[in-house]
């Protein structure tokens, strides 16, 4: 008996945005932009086909991260199909800050529980700390695997993801550059330690951001301002630096999206209106909602 569905599972994964501002590696939102990913299991091969972002340029082969992320998800569901076609609509920009790589991790897992019979077994938990050791963040794959606002840690072998309150009224605008920065260049500009006034400073508007996103979006600017990462990395992204600094000069809650280069700014439609306008030249502009259902299976 075969141990995997017929026919074609598509699941959807939301972009999401890691830190904002202040939570470095702890606090992370979903937003409604979404990559689209269709597998099927057949007698033999691989087949990828990708289109819209990195079409040029992501891999056709076994080391495309979806396909990684399906086997290592595989193995954990102790099964191997003998072929896979695979299809990917991809709407999240690659290496922009959005999470890109998590939507892969986390997407190609479910995809994967999807296609075997027995899937549930490897539950949204063992997903997460699967997707979490794949990536080596929970902060992009916790948001990307249960939507909306999410406090998330891990400690050694342990892993942990709480929702927390976002209010229906809060929106986001963000701005894309036409190039990216890698993650791992972003961090290699972050210093070994940082002074005991920015860590309490830093706390302090974390805390206040988690308060402003769940009901005082007039505290958002305040709530936003970090001391512990951007300025860091400002030489490797100085317009979406200066980007934010004009912005919120202007009373408007920008920060740098992840390890950047997008701008993320967040706020009620009111607060929003006319920003997209803000737009530097040749950027893309996408004004978005909060993802509350993070990844899902949905009609082929």
């Known amino acids: 008996m075969s141990a995997f569905v017929n026919g074609p599972v598509t699941v959807v994964v939301p972009a999401t945005s890691a830190n904002l501002g202040p939570g470095f590696d702890c606090l992370g939102l979903a937003l409604d932009l979404h990559d689209r990913l269709t597998a099927e299991v057949v007698p033999d091969g691989l087949e990828i086909e990708v289109v819209g972002e990195g079409e040029r340029n992501l891999p056709r082969d076994e080391r495309h991260l979806v ?15 003998p072929g896979l076609r695979l299809q990917f609509e991809n709407a999240i920009p690659q290496s922009r800050g959005l999470g890109s790589s998590s939507a892969a991790i986390v997407g190609g897992l479910a995809l994967a529980r999807a296609l075997v019979l027995d899937g549930e077994r490897f539950d949204d938990d063992s997903l997460l700390f699967l997707a979490n050791k794949l990536e080596g963040h929970p902060d992009n794959v916790a948001p990307a695997v249960i939507g909306g606002f999410v406090i998330a840690g891990q400690n050694a072998d342990e892993v942990w993801a709480l929702s927390a309150p976002i209010a229906e009224s809060i929106a986001a605008v963000a701005f894309v550059p036409p190039t990216g920065v890698s993650t791992e260049a972003a961090r290699g500009l972050l210093p070994d330690e940082i002074s005991h006034h920015d860590a309490a400073a830093n ?12 009901g005082a979006p007039d505290q958002l600017l305040r709530g936003t301002e970090d001391f512990l990462h951007q300025g860091f990395r400002a030489s490797a992204m100085p317009a979406s630096y200066a980007l934010v600094q004009s912005l919120r000069a202007e009373g408007l809650a920008a920060f740098i999206s992840g390890a950047g280069p997008t701008v993320l700014v967040l706020g009620t439609a009111a607060d929003l209106d006319g920003v997209t306008a803000r737009c530097p030249e040749q950027w893309a502009a996408h004004a978005l909602a909060v993802d509350h259902a993070g990844v899902r299976v949905v009609a082929s």
């Open 67 to 81: 396909v990684r992320s399906m086997r290592a998800a595989f193995k954990v569901l102790g099964v191997e199909p």
């Open 203 to 214: 706390t302090g508007r974390a805390a206040v951001l988690v308060a402003a996103l769940a």
